[in-house]
């Protein structure tokens, strides 16, 4: 199987080129960065590309049988208005289509969508006033994705640690259940991998912590 990881540079998308390679998948990696992706393998193709072209987006989705979406932005753009991971998101919807790929695995987090009503009390505001722009547009980014005609799963991870991959940290499927907590971008990434092929989680966005 050839998987499509976008955002595939750095942080969460990094980490799941590294996974998905080690797992024997071949990876096309896309990223405006791609160039500078430290990954050497045989089984990764390394494309430099926007993941708001369409041409671009079309072109690196040919052979590919999943689609992994782990786009971030830097702090610098947390306090201005957001707006790349709808657009990035309703431009793939469209390739997808065009290129009759349908399993899309993406990376939001938790406050995004139906899971902001799960933040305390004490965390609301200041994540809000941190993360409001950037999580304005992952539940816009989420809306689009529940509204296609894809095989999705969304990933909603708490707060990211640059800790290892443990393989021991939960997924929280119901909403009584969701919470904040911490969760390394190794266990977030071995998530991501593990939706590639199997559809437990297939039209569900669960939340996951340690």
């Not at 998308?13 to 500078?36: F, I, K, M, P």
């Not at 494309?47 to 932005?73: K, P, Y």
């Amino acid at each position: 199987m050839r998987v499509l990881i976008i955002g595939a540079s750095k942080g969460i998308g990094l980490e799941t080129t590294r996974q998905s390679l080690e797992a024997g998948y071949d990876v096309r990696a896309l990223a405006r960065s791609a160039a500078a992706i430290s990954l050497s393998n045989p089984k990764l193709e390394k494309v430099t590309g926007d993941a708001l072209d369409h041409r671009e987006v079309e072109l690196a989705l040919v052979g590919v049988n999943a689609v992994i979406v782990a786009l971030g932005v830097g702090l610098g753009e947390l306090f201005r208005p957001v707006y790349l991971f709808s657009e990035a998101t309703r431009v793939l919807i469209r390739a997808m289509k065009a290129q009759a790929v349908k399993r899309l695995i993406c990376v939001t987090g938790f406050g995004a969508g139906d899971s902001h009503a799960s933040i305390s009390c004490i965390q609301r505001v200041p994540f809000q006033i941190v993360f409001g722009h950037a999580y304005d547009d992952k539940t816009r980014q989420e809306r689009l994705i529940k509204e296609s005609a894809l095989e999705w799963t969304i990933a909603r991870p708490g707060v990211l640690t640059g800790g290892p991959r443990t393989g021991r940290y939960q997924v929280l499927r119901e909403p009584s259940q969701w919470r904040n907590g911490i969760i390394s971008r190794a266990d977030v990434a071995d998530f991501l991998v593990r939706q590639i092929e199997d559809l437990t989680y297939v039209y569900e966005a669960p939340v996951l912590v340690n």
